[in-house]
């Protein structure tokens, strides 16, 4: 989840100022509108320690017009608050209609720091979250508009910082609480705070989870979401309808600013023929070997494949059916929806597939179109295709909860190849049947795709249902790749006790989703 | 929660027989709408054993068009579905837009089943419940309307229909899963049904709790209320706003059939004069030192106090007021908002006055208007006001969570009696300020009124903070009736350890409510 935070994005200080002027501009604006608007703001900031929560609230102090804006921390609990039920200190620092409360870790701090510490489980952890969930609706259903913030740092820069600011602010380094205990225990940390966000991010009340480790960066990209999402708010209060959100908010201008995780991968990457070959080969046999063995200890597998026009998606899904006996595997081809499937939830057409113990089902193209296709083309509403990325994460854990091992490839290929590969297919007889006109409109929107992708891949890339990224310009090297996973997973699922033990156990239930 | 279950409702045969006719050619009528309009529709089958959960359905399928109705139930799980994931049997049962599909049970049945048996924890039957929740959302925000019907019958009834059960259908008493145990434990199946039925009644999926003991009652009642669900939904979906559901579905024609929970207040109980000044002058003496008592133990105490105008709240509450130290409680007057009260949400007024530890805080008249004064008058939307019942119960479960001890007096005088005061308020000087033309206005709307106050405490009387409903047309009575039930509960309530150990613990946060 917070690999879309990682990828080192930066901004220059000349980049910097000559945005921040009109960035500031825009703000005060926009601060005038709101108070017209009687819409309440309610920014809440939170994120690993010594992301610098505290310098973003300066600075966002520092450009609106404090007239309008509240500042609110929760580091110690007072007598009077201590002596009410628990929200009460949250309804004191509610903003009035047209104004902003900014609240330094708001109603996240505790439930994160006591999951972190082990004061409660996760199902105690849970169970707050969804009256969370439960209180921003309210909120929302009331007109507010809330602005949720997760700073995040990469383990090496956040040891950094914490040293530089042992160095120089020797006053804050006293008060930090247990200091030690955040670097030490990053990756528990990051476990605990993926938990959060996935379970409360919703379409309404999203979390944006901005890289920290540039300070000029971080800054601006602040300023100009929470532009955005106030833009968006307004417009939609004076339209009575969501705004035109499909462009995300402008983010600060540098390249190196505008680096995303599709960036980072290396197309480059090639496998000579002859070791494509020798793989191939040997992959086939591990993986109808395996499919063997799934359906004796009867564990089900989803297979899914998302990825650009001319992608690969046809030949990589080719390369393992052909392996595994037909008995064992269905592959669905999701094209547009028939009348029945019209007829019903966008998601219905899916869980229609879902395999039986033991057996695998592959889906060429999948309920992403929600996200994808439909978002782009506008075939979803706008809180349509942004209240999906939550339905998709509950549709995928209800899968891997009852023991389905799911595995999901992205396959990405330049802007490059894709024009030779359609060139190519237009000029083989055998292959003109796989280029449309829809083909070559698709490729024009390719700046929103690669967008929609980004924001997909970071919402719904969680612990137990990651996406793997596939370097897609070399057909060998992809292919290669994306059996090389599937055996890999495989194996290690289908490994000892063939009662999976970590799945879900509803309400008491004891599911056996494995046999003997 | 039951109590409005339990008021002996009953149709005569003539009575059904006349309205029965008609009912099902509107109800066919509608289904023909329906298909147009490709609304789809899920109704739910729940209840206490015996109940007729069956009946109903074979009088539902009677009734309509069988065309457009499917009915499922979740009897024995197949193969087919014991080897997916849980929700796959349930996607199955979907209805295509337009039709209706009736399910027995539903998704309600295993968690009802696991919880009763004592397979699961609260907690784990919470988190269920919680995905339950998202899952009817989601349903409805792609366009379902979801009814959802709730069988009760009293304990005796229960034991009846089971003894007539066991000698008319053999066959099927044979097959009743722990037949013997549904009846002897009547109150804890009761406390699983309030748990499941309060966590899940949203305002856009409600819950219809159906008096179940007379058949013909049963039945009409299902039908006008599936009928008046689907014409709400209906004219929503062609307003693109909510219908005027201000008026709730007609329900079956007898007198009989009309019997609320306030009618069955017994209004002539009264107290003779010396009684109640022995009676008020000892309780006087008691509530002020229970006062003390809860103050010295870091108790609050949140005193509500709803009724009819002119039902005498005023005069209950300075009883109360005069003979506790000023010190330890305020009194709170909720008339129309304030300016900075109207610019935050509707509850922010009344999170301001919760009481710190060991202080008490009267309300006279509460968040309660938001589902009868706001309801009636149209100050509130249709969604507003709905969604309020569980906004509400989740606000009091917070107080009572943390410690407060809440309660909800609504005082009740019959319409003569409202008249008698209201005329004498005219003609006394100095009470003449207490009546104005409003109270005239409001008077007209008694029906309206009426109906909003039994929703309200059919929706709001829960476990942990249940209404008194306090006869009114005697003052004496009225008032000697609210201090000792005051005075019961403070006295049972700050009995033994100073600390409550039932208060909710937030995410493993130890709350200490109570001090030495």
Redesign the interface.
């Known amino acids: 989840m917070f690999e879309a935070t990682k990828v080192g994005r930066s901004v220059s200080k000349e980049d910097y100022k000559a945005q921040q002027e009109e960035l500031r501009t825009q703000l005060l604006a926009i601060q005038h509108d709101l108070k017209e608007s009687?819409i309440?703001v309610i920014i809440l900031v939170s994120g690993v320690e010594a992301a610098g929560k505290g310098e973003v609230i300066n600075r966002l102090n520092e450009w609106l017009d404090t007239r309008g804006v509240q500042t609110f921390a929760f580091w110690n609990e007072s007598?009077?608050e201590r002596?009410?039920?628990?929200?009460?200190r949250f309804?004191r620092a509610?903003p009035?209609?047209?104004e902003i409360s900014i609240l330094f870790g708001g109603w996240y701090q505790?439930?994160i720091e006591?999951?972190f510490n082990g004061?409660?489980?996760d199902?105690?952890?849970?169970?707050?979250l969804?009256?969370i969930v439960?209180f921003e609706r309210?909120?929302i259903?009331?007109g507010?508009l809330i602005v949720k913030f997760w700073f995040h740092l990469s383990e090496a820069d956040q040891k950094a910082r914490l040293k530089e600011l042992s160095r120089d602010d020797k006053s804050r380094w006293k008060m930090l609480p247990d200091k030690s205990k955040f670097s030490e225990h990053y990756a528990t940390f990051e476990q605990v705070a993926e938990r959060i966000i996935l379970h409360t991010d919703r379409g309404v009340s999203p979390w944006y989870l901005i890289e920290a480790s540039d300070r000029r960066y971080r800054d601006l990209t602040v300023g100009k979401t929470l532009l955005h999402a106030i833009r968006s708010r307004l417009a939609e209060a004076s339209n009575g309808d969501a705004a035109n959100n499909l462009v995300s908010p402008d983010l600060p201008g540098s390249p190196s600013a505008q680096i995303t995780l599709l960036d980072q991968l290396d197309l480059s990457l090639s496998l000579p023929r002859d070791q494509y070959k020798t793989d191939l080969k040997r992959l086939q046999t591990e993986i109808n070997e395996l499919a063997w063995t799934a359906y004796n200890k009867?564990r089900?597998t989803v297979l899914m494949f998302e990825g650009v026009d001319a992608g690969g998606k046809g030949g990589a899904i080719r390369r393992i059916t052909t392996a595994i006996d037909a008995r064992l595997y269905r592959a669905i081809p999701v094209a547009a929806p028939t009348d029945?499937e019209k007829?019903?939830?966008?998601?219905?057409r899916f869980?229609?597939h879902?395999?039986?113990?033991?057996h695998i089902t592959l889906y060429d193209r999948s309920w992403y179109g929600r996200v994808l296709v439909e978002r782009v083309e506008g075939y979803a509403s706008d809180a349509?295709w942004r209240?999906a990325y939550s339905?998709i994460n509950?549709f995928e854990e209800?899968?891997v909860?009852?023991g389905?091992i799911l595995l999901k490839f992205w396959l990405h290929i330049s802007q490059d190849e894709q024009l030779k590969r359609f060139k190519d297919r237009e000029s083989v007889p055998y292959k003109r049947y796989k280029i449309t006109e829809d083909d070559w409109r698709n490729r024009e929107k390719w700046p929103y795709y690669k967008e929609a992708v980004n924001e997909m891949v970071a919402r719904t890339s969680t612990r137990h249902a990651a996406w793997t990224l596939i370097e897609g310009d070399d057909k060998a090297y992809a292919r290669v790749k994306v059996m090389r996973t599937i055996c890999d997973t495989l194996s290690e699922s289908l490994k000892g006790d063939p009662i999976p033990t970590a799945g879900y156990v509803?309400?008491?239930?004891k599911?056996i989703v494995g046999g003997g």
Chains 1, 2 share one sequence.
């Open positions: 009687r309440p007598d009077e002596e009410r039920p628990r929200y009460w309804w509610m009035p209609r047209g505790t439930p006591h999951r004061y409660c489980t199902a105690e952890l849970d169970g707050e969804n009256r439960d309210m909120l259903q009331d507010a009867k089900s029945e007829a019903h939830h966008y998601l219905w869980w229609r879902i395999p039986r113990a033991g349509e209240r339905e509950r209800q899968l909860d009852s389905v509803p309400c008491g239930e599911r």
